[in-house]
């Protein structure tokens, strides 16, 4: 028996060469191999074990095998070394030989990041709280001031003295004077407020203000009528002052405004001793400092106050893509979730393609009521809700790559089987399958040798797209929690946890656009296998 030989015909090599002319395709296959063969060396890349390490004369690969710390120095601990304090130990620096590798980037898609190692880039919160002068007086019929508190500041910083007529300070107004007689008469008055202009045009350097304004609560009658009034004293500009924060991020040993409109509010000639004040204020030991400042002629308190470090961590260096919702890079995390969703897209679309050829085949090659019998078995079972399937099999038997594999092929095969059905009701009536049966050959060489080759034009072309769909689907599962396992690394669970979190823009950003790479690229290599395969050239028209 002559084993099988496999041969490039002059039509597969011309469609290759077609296929190769298309830059963009050539470039989204040379790009697309590239990220999938880094995917796959992941471990050498991204890794919180070292690559290479050299104890006591001892190579020792971790990433590859489980070490404990008695493995290495012959201690009886049984627990994993801690690799990033490694160095330190006494056992591996006494011995200049001991040497360690580690990837790149030394974390791992699972490690929990320790939030000490991010203590260099704590933001910080810069308060401004202007001071508002705000007092109160009680005036008597003849509108005289008694008990005046916190008046200085309308007065020139010193309190009115006793006898002193509110008149003496402000032009009274009707309204306010009308107010005032209602309350000492013991009558209902609602709350009454109006801005007093000075009695004299305040003279430079007394301090006492131009305006003021003045308050009266809302007065029900009494069973006595009350001897003096209430009023109450600010300033008119009091809602302009309002207290302001500003975010200050730590960059190259200084702190850097993040909001340049809420930083220009504060005086230029204030804002580099400002800065230098809040560099030494705040330590790793204090983490809330506060001094005053001259605002507009009046002061204002200035407090900072350290952000604590919390999960999802924005990009710094080190985590260069962030830091996810529970404390891991995602960096290494969309790393390690590529590998997974193009080797999940890659077996999804082969055992897929797989039943749908075979079942196709069947089906157009036999015809009648097996054809038949096939496609309602067919139309049965694509009724069934894949999702409510999948959530019940995942209850069950749990969340697994392997079964979301087979569940999923079992589901995504169907339309492929109408495209075979199709190729091979039409060529099983063309003369070499004729030709075939003459000459005695079973139907499964004639499927396989014969109509087989001829038929795979539609798989080759819709595999580039049955491939997008296997990698969106399987992000869409995770995404909605009915995918892979918890701790499996993917860009479905980032974005999920994106969701979660609408202010961390890198754990939708890089996910998003790693996602949309490789789907393009899959794309553009498709239009490249259709336009090979297809058997009218191009036309341009004018």
């Given at each position: 028996m002559r084993g099988f030989r496999f041969a490039w015909s002059p039509l597969a090599r011309q469609r290759a060469r077609q296929f190769w002319k298309s830059r963009r395709s050539r470039l989204s296959l040379v790009i697309l191999a590239v990220l999938y063969g880094i995917s796959l060396g992941a471990e050498l890349i991204c890794n919180d074990q070292p690559l290479a390490l050299r104890v006591n004369g001892r190579l020792h690969f971790p990433f590859l095998s489980h070490l404990t710390q008695d493995a290495l120095f012959g201690d009886g601990a049984t627990a994993r070394p801690d690799y990033n304090r490694l160095r330190a130990h006494p056992a591996f620096a006494a011995d200049p030989a001991n040497w360690m590798i580690r990837a790149p980037v030394p974390y791992g898609p699972h490690q929990v990041e320790n939030p000490a190692a991010l203590e260099a880039h704590r933001r910080a919160t810069l308060t401004v709280t202007p001071a508002v002068a705000i007092g109160r007086l009680d005036l008597t019929a003849d509108g005289r001031i008694v008990r005046p508190t916190g008046c200085e500041p309308f007065t020139g910083g010193q309190p009115p003295p006793p006898g002193t007529r509110l008149a003496d300070y402000w032009r009274l107004t009707p309204g306010l004077e009308a107010a005032v007689a209602a309350r000492l008469a013991n009558q209902p008055a609602p709350a009454f407020s109006a801005v007093l202009d000075a009695a004299d045009p305040p003279a430079a350097g007394t301090g006492r203000a131009a305006r003021v304004q003045l308050g009266l609560v809302a007065f029900a009658p009494r069973p006595v009528a009350p001897a003096t009034v209430r009023l109450s004293l600010r300033e008119p500009e009091a809602p302009a002052t309002a207290p302001f924060s500003i975010r200050l991020d730590p960059r190259r040993g200084r702190w850097i405004p993040l909001d340049e409109r809420a930083w220009n509010r504060i005086p230029a000639a204030d804002q580099p001793g400002l800065l230098a004040?809040?560099?030494?204020?705040?330590?790793?030991?204090?983490?809330?400092?506060?001094?005053?400042?001259?605002?507009?002629?009046?002061?204002?308190?200035?407090?900072?106050?350290?952000?604590?470090v919390s999960w999802p961590h924005r990009p710094v260096p080190g985590h260069w893509l962030g830091i996810d919702a529970a404390g891991r890079d995602v960096l290494a995390r969309i790393l390690h979730g590529t590998r997974t969703a193009l080797t999940f897209g890659l077996l999804l679309v082969a055992?897929?393609?797989?039943?749908?050829?075979?079942?196709?085949?069947?089906?157009?090659?036999?015809?009648?009521?097996?054809?038949?019998?096939?496609?309602?078995?067919?139309?049965?079972?694509?009724?069934?809700?894949?999702?409510?399937?999948?959530?019940?099999?995942?209850?069950?038997?749990?969340?697994?790559?392997?079964?979301?594999?087979?569940?999923?092929?079992?589901?995504?095969?169907?339309?492929?089987?109408?495209?075979?059905?199709?190729?091979?009701?039409?060529?099983?009536?063309?003369?070499?399958?004729?030709?075939?049966?003459?000459?005695?050959?079973?139907?499964?060489?004639?499927?396989?040798?014969?109509?087989?080759?001829?038929?795979?034009?539609?798989?080759?072309?819709?595999?580039?797209?049955?491939?997008?769909?296997?990698?969106?689907?399987?992000?869409?599962?995770?995404?909605?929690?009915?995918?892979?396992?918890?701790?499996?690394?993917?860009?479905?669970?980032?974005?999920?946890?994106?969701?979660?979190?609408?202010?961390?823009?890198?754990?939708?950003?890089?996910?998003?656009?790693?996602?949309?790479?490789?789907?393009?690229?899959?794309?553009?290599?498709?239009?490249?296998?259709?336009?090979?395969?297809?058997?009218?050239?191009?036309?341009?028209?004018?």
């Open positions: 004040w809040a560099a030494a204020a705040v330590t790793g030991a204090t983490a809330q400092a506060a001094t005053s400042l001259a605002w507009q002629g009046r002061e204002a308190r200035v407090e900072i106050r350290l952000d604590a055992w897929a393609m797989l039943l749908g050829l075979v079942i196709g085949a069947v089906q157009g090659y036999f015809g009648g009521w097996i054809d038949l019998a096939t496609q309602r078995c067919i139309e049965i079972w694509s009724a069934l809700p894949f999702l409510y399937v999948m959530i019940l099999l995942g209850a069950v038997l749990g969340r697994s790559f392997g079964l979301l594999l087979l569940c999923y092929g079992l589901f995504n095969w169907i339309g492929l089987s109408y495209y075979m059905r199709a190729e091979f009701l039409r060529l099983r009536q063309h003369a070499f399958v004729e030709a075939a049966r003459c000459q005695g050959l079973g139907a499964a060489r004639i499927i396989a040798r014969h109509i087989l080759p001829n038929a795979l034009t539609p798989l080759i072309t819709l595999m580039p797209f049955s491939l997008v769909g296997a990698i969106g689907s399987i992000t869409a599962l995770d995404f909605l929690g009915f995918g892979l396992p918890p701790l499996t690394p993917s860009w479905g669970e980032l974005l999920q946890q994106a969701q979660q979190n609408r202010t961390a823009w890198w754990l939708i950003l890089y996910p998003s656009l790693m996602l949309f790479t490789v789907m393009l690229l899959t794309v553009f290599i498709g239009e490249g296998l259709r336009d090979a395969f297809d058997p009218k050239p191009k036309t341009r028209y004018r």
